[in-house]
């Protein structure tokens, strides 16, 4: 019943910026949380920033002071703001939606950083 789609990824220097997008249409709760996950060959799915609706965020540490991510809830859009990568960054992202006892995901968007 509900639907994310990403964008933003790509192919970037180290130092570069790239801003990620997650829109998501069907049955969203206003209490909805929203999330960016990252993964890596080999590696667990690793969450690494989430966003409640009123605002108030979580980061893992290995991002903070770099990532930000905000959400329009008007637009039922999520976005993870990513300065100073590095290419301990490049993973593939996934955007998360939790509500109720369900969990939604996107079909990832591939960041890659190059040295």
């Known amino acids: 019943q509900v639907q994310l789609v990403e964008s933003g990824g790509g192919l970037v220097q180290a130092g570069d910026s790239l801003r990620l997008s997650c829109a998501a249409s069907?049955?969203?709760?206003?209490?909805?949380?929203m999330g960016w996950y990252r993964q890596t060959p080999g590696k667990q799915r690793e969450l690494v920033a989430s966003?409640?609706?009123?605002?108030?965020?979580n980061y893992v540490d290995s991002v903070k002071g770099r990532f930000t991510i905000s959400r329009d809830n008007g637009k039922n859009t999520v976005y993870l703001q990513m300065n100073s990568l590095n290419p301990e960054d490049t993973a593939t992202y996934y955007c998360?939606?939790?509500?109720?006892?369900?969990?939604?995901w996107g079909q990832g968007t591939q960041v890659t950083v190059s040295s």
């Open positions: 069907g049955r969203i709760f206003s209490f909805a949380v």
């Open positions: 998360n939606l939790r509500q109720l006892n369900d969990d939604y």
């Open positions: 966003i409640r609706s009123r605002g108030s965020s």
